[in-house]
């Protein structure tokens, strides 16, 4: 009796490390007007794309926003502090449009396309990880009153959740 009960959960822990999925995570910087803000939280949730192509947005952000039925429209508009809402194509996870919220933009959100690459992007039904980065401090609207600048490095690791 004793030997099959450990012979079962010799099993079922081998088994668990499949079925198991890292934690959601996020780190790196992302810095608007040369001010760090620090992004402690991130999902990800279906959304359609331009040409209603299938697409998934990821909403990395200061302050918790599990709870929100539309984080990435709450976060666009401060609810949660500084954030970036970065938009992929499925599957092969191209970036096609990413938002930048922090109160020390001049106008915030800004819209950003083309600026942020997504590098080694990896997604499948329930999970995308990869790294996006502008590659050092970008300026835009240079010599403006709303001149912005800012920094993007991120490694995201989340499961995609249903809409």
């Known amino acids: 009796m004793i030997r099959r009960s450990f012979v079962l959960s010799v ?61 990435g429209k709450d976060a666009e508009f401060g609810k949660f502090g500084s954030a970036v809402i970065i938009s992929l194509y499925k599957p092969g996870g191209a970036v096609f449009e990413v938002l930048l919220a922090h109160a020390d933009f001049p106008q915030s959100p800004v819209t950003v ?19 996006f980065t502008s590659n050092g401090a970008k300026t835009m609207f240079e010599g403006r009153p709303y001149e912005t600048v800012f920094d993007v490095d991120l490694q995201v690791s989340t499961q995609i959740r249903a809409a």
């Open 11 to 71: 099993v079922s822990v081998s088994l668990m490390p499949s079925l198991a999925r890292a934690a959601d995570s996020v780190t790196g910087r992302f810095a608007a007007q040369r001010k760090e803000a620090k992004l402690s939280f991130v999902s990800a949730h279906p959304r359609t794309g331009d040409s209603g192509k299938e697409a998934i947005v990821i909403v990395a952000s200061e302050k918790d926003h599990s709870a929100s039925k539309t984080p």
């Open 113 to 131: 396309v083309g600026t942020i690459k997504g590098i080694d992007v990896k997604l499948s039904n329930d999970h995308v990880e990869g790294r």
